[in-house]
């Protein structure tokens, strides 16, 4: 069953086409990420989907459009609730303006945030902010919840706890999640699927496993460091290449043991066997590089 259906979804802004002819489903249950550089389109394609632009196309929801704001949560990238009011009365109002039932009390301790409760939003760290953010987002009790950028701002320890919550959210309680990053290890670790915007078009759509296998097929990767670069690059040719500090092998699974030990003979050390990661298949499609924190850019 579908939760959202995309049929040639176009956005201008003046003379900017901010998306074109884009076309998706995003089934009930899953995690789809949305993935692109500055700019890309991304949260236009959010915002067209809460109606909150105008666009060309359709959209579909797999319930009665006018519960929108009822059945959908949406996590914005800059919170715009209340930043002089304290936690808890924020909640409170959410739940009011929402009809919910939902116990507050639970919810915070959910987000390890109740001992904030009577702090300003403003005092809050980032990562309580977020958490608090996101825990508005349940308060309604939605069927979908869409994040745009999950995770900016925030340190590893927090965004790997946030990653934890949203893939319970998703496990245990069915919510369908849509979320937009710049962050590959993120889509890695959450979504089913992925949907990658280049310049307000879809350059690639698919499961994050089936992208990294149509990428590399049944290669895998051996990674080692050396004192001589050259007599690697003598014997393996165009399948080396470098990483920082590292070399690295692409080779076919059934070469496995014979890669092995002419790396070893060859005087590698620190040797190590990998397989290909979504990072990886990205990097190698579409030609972005890294930048700082994992972040994606144009390369
Ligand atoms: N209100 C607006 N008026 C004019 N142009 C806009 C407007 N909002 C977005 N754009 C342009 O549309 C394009 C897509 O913007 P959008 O914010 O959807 O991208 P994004 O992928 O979310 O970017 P970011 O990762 O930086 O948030 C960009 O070129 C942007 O400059």
Redesign the pocket.
């Known amino acids: 069953m579908n939760m959202i259906k995309l049929e040639g979804l176009s956005k201008k ?2 003379n ?1 086409q ?1 998306l074109q002819d884009i076309h998706f489903t995003v089934e009930t249950g899953s995690i789809v990420a949305v993935l ?1 550089h ?7 394609l959010i915002n067209s989907i809460m109606n909150i632009v105008d666009y060309e196309g359709r959209i579909e929801y797999g319930f009665d459009q006018k519960d929108l704001y009822k059945k959908v949560g949406y996590q914005m990238q800059s919170s715009s609730y209340e930043s002089e009011a304290k936690v808890y009365e924020v909640c409170k109002l959410y739940r009011k303006i929402l009809k919910s039932r939902v116990d507050l009390d639970q919810l915070l301790q959910t987000f390890d945030i109740a001992a904030c409760r009577n702090m300003y939003v403003k005092n809050l760290s980032g990562g309580q902010r977020q958490k608090l953010s996101i825990l508005l987002t349940l308060i309604g009790e939605p069927e979908l919840i869409i994040f745009d950028e999950l995770s900016t701002g925030l340190d590893s320890m927090a965004r790997r706890q946030i990653w934890d919550y949203v893939k319970q959210l998703n496990e245990e309680k069915g919510v369908t999640i849509i979320l ?1 990053s ?1 962050f590959l290890d993120e889509v890695e670790y959450l979504a089913d699927r992925v949907v990658i915007l280049d310049k307000g078009r879809i350059s690639r759509i698919g499961d994050v496993s089936s992208i990294i296998r149509e990428e590399f097929e049944a290669a895998k990767k051996i990674e080692f460091r050396t004192h001589d670069r050259e007599v690697f690059r003598e014997r393996f040719g165009s399948e080396l290449s470098s990483s920082g500090n590292l070399l690295c092998i692409r080779y076919k699974e059934e070469a496995e043991e014979e890669v092995y030990r002419q790396v070893k003979q060859l005087g590698g050390y620190d040797i190590a066997i990998r397989n290909y990661t979504f990072e990886d298949a990205f990097l190698n499609m579409l030609g972005y590089k890294l930048v700082k924190n994992g972040e994606i850019s144009h390369g």
């Not at 500055?38 to 949260?43: E, L, M, V």
């Open positions: 802004y003046g900017k901010a692109g500055n700019g890309a389109g991304k949260t236009t937009t710049h």
